[in-house]
Antibody, heavy 120, light 111 residues
Framework: QITLKESGPTLVKPTQTLTLTCTFS??????????VGWIRQPPGKALEWLTL???????RYSPSLKSRLTITKDTSKNQVVLTMTNMDPVDTATYYC????????????WGQGTLVTVSS | QSVLTQPPSVSGAPGQRVTISCTGT?????????VHWYQQLPGTAPKLLIY???NRPSGVPDRFSGSKSGTSASLAITGLQAEDEADYYC???????????FGTGTKVTVL
């Protein structure tokens, strides 16, 4: 049974760096083809893909946010960490991490999400 | 920021059939990448509803079906039920962006 859970601050100030952790179980990020991604959703708006890290440490980023994002993994802890620099109020959103099955382009399991508010 | 276009809302009476369109471009759906659909009930995380254009994960009722043609895809809900009231998102992969793209989202209302 695959589960994922996001954790991190609920409130950050403008210009600060956001660090979110996705802790997962039920699969290994050492398995060929598997990936973990981050998707966000501003209140009342659509889903937006941010980044994904593959089993082989290959990282992919949304072109519009690439300069601000870093994704890393710690397979021994079953964790994936998202870092986003220079936070702005428009980055206020629910941030989800999600499991990508082997060699496919969709997310079959999602975390519950964590709401991050950017405000001074 | 959404690359795939969906109608903002669709509605139907219980038991009716509704469809949601998802329009992309030659670098995503038109390039042959599969379309996937997610259902997001109020206040919850998205749930995979359809994968690979027309496949349902275990547990998803067969009232939900998907199709794809050219640069577009569609989700159909037959026998609409009150519990189907939710937001629905299509998703694909875009070769020019080298990343995953989502639709603008469609709110389904059961009258």
């Amino acid at each position: 049974q695959i589960t994922l859970k996001e954790s991190g601050p609920t409130l950050v100030k403008p210009t600060q760096t956001l660090t979110l952790t996705c802790t997962f179980s039920g699969f290994s990020l050492n398995t060929s083809g598997v990936g973990v991604g981050w998707i966000r959703q501003p209140p009342g708006k659509a889903l937006e893909w941010l980044t994904l890290i593959h089993w082989n440490d290959d990282q992919r980023y949304s072109p519009s946010l690439k300069s601000r994002l870093t994704i890393t993994k710690d397979t021994s802890k079953n964790q994936v960490v998202l870092t986003m620099t220079n936070m702005d109020p428009v980055d206020t959103a629910t941030y989800y991490c999600a499991h990508r099955h082997r060699y496919v382009y969709y997310f079959d399991y999602w975390g519950q999400g964590t709401l991050v508010t950017v405000s001074s | 920021q959404s690359v795939l276009t969906q109608p903002p809302s669709v509605s139907g009476a219980p038991g009716q059939r509704v469809t949601i369109s998802c329009t992309g471009t030659s670098s995503n759906i038109g390039a042959g990448y599969d379309v996937h659909w997610y259902q997001q009930l109020p206040g919850t995380a998205p749930k995979l509803l359809i994968y690979g254009n027309n496949n349902r994960p275990s547990g998803v009722p067969d009232r939900f079906s998907g199709s794809k043609s050219g640069t577009s895809a569609s989700l159909a809900i037959t026998g609409l039920q009150a519990e189907d009231e939710a937001d629905y998102y299509c998703q694909s992969y875009d070769s020019s962006l080298s990343g995953y793209v989502f639709g603008t989202g469609t709110k389904v209302t059961v009258l």
